[in-house]
């Protein structure tokens, strides 16, 4: 009797005692594992899959973890750079011997079943589909959004007292809305404010925005002024 198993992408005929290589699998040697991918059981009465066969299994022990042979890659670009470069490589086997074929009873054997080194585990399976991570995704938007709404607030109210205090510092040369939005949130919400500006106040102004001395230059305080008069 034989079987056609399939693991690592690749497809196995086998029989019982078989010696076989297969892509590295999660396992230490000494310990039996068991295929549950079984496309095909063979003997008296065959079984084909669809894809597989249900309930059927190849069990095998791990003997050891090997390396298969070095495989040379040799690749050269003849234009542009002319480069060259040669990689070797030795693909991570697991040796195992196959001990027995079941034509049914896999679900119940309690054998571990054969995983590829780079499987996900089933603890981290569960936390992907967990539903509840999902369910608290809305709350933390919500604490997310919450803070903008109040950002927004601020620019609104400090427009709303510019505009209560007569004074739009955007007449002011060089102002536009970008520039208005920096003033008002280093504290300047008004014409008479900038008028009342001391050398102190201009250097204050120049190194928190960076103006290197566009305020004197536009002559914004005398601009200021007449616009307040």
């Known amino acids: 009797m034989f079987a056609v198993l399939k693991t690592g992408g690749k497809q196995y005929k086998v029989q019982s005692g078989d010696m076989l290589r ?135 109210a400090a427009k709303a007292d510019n505009a209560a205090a007569g004074g739009d510092l955007k007449k002011l040369a060089g102002v536009g809305p970008a520039l208005e939005k920096k003033l008002i949130a280093a504290g300047v919400t008004s014409l008479a404010q900038v008028a009342a500006w001391t050398e102190a106040d201009v250097s204050k102004i120049d190194e928190e925005l960076s103006f290197k001395g566009r305020i004197d230059r536009e002559g914004w305080i005398a601009q200021a002024k007449d616009l307040t008069a």
């Open 22 to 156: 297969v892509e590295k699998l999660a396992a230490d040697a000494g310990e039996t594992i068991q295929f549950n991918e079984i496309l095909m059981l063979g003997g008296d009465a065959p079984v084909i899959g669809a894809p597989f066969v249900a309930d059927a299994a190849v069990q095998a022990e791990v003997i050891d973890q090997v390396k298969g042979d070095k495989v040379i890659n040799f690749v050269k670009r003849r234009r542009k750079h002319s480069s060259q470069r040669t990689k070797g490589h030795r693909q991570k086997l697991t040796l195992v011997r196959v001990t027995e074929i079941l034509n049914s009873g896999a679900d119940k054997s309690g054998v571990k079943a054969a995983m590829g080194a780079g499987s996900v585990s089933a603890t981290a399976v569960a936390a992907v589909t967990d539903p509840a991570p999902k369910a608290q995704a809305p709350k933390a938007q919500a604490a997310k959004t919450t803070p903008a709404k109040a950002t927004e607030a601020k620019p609104a």
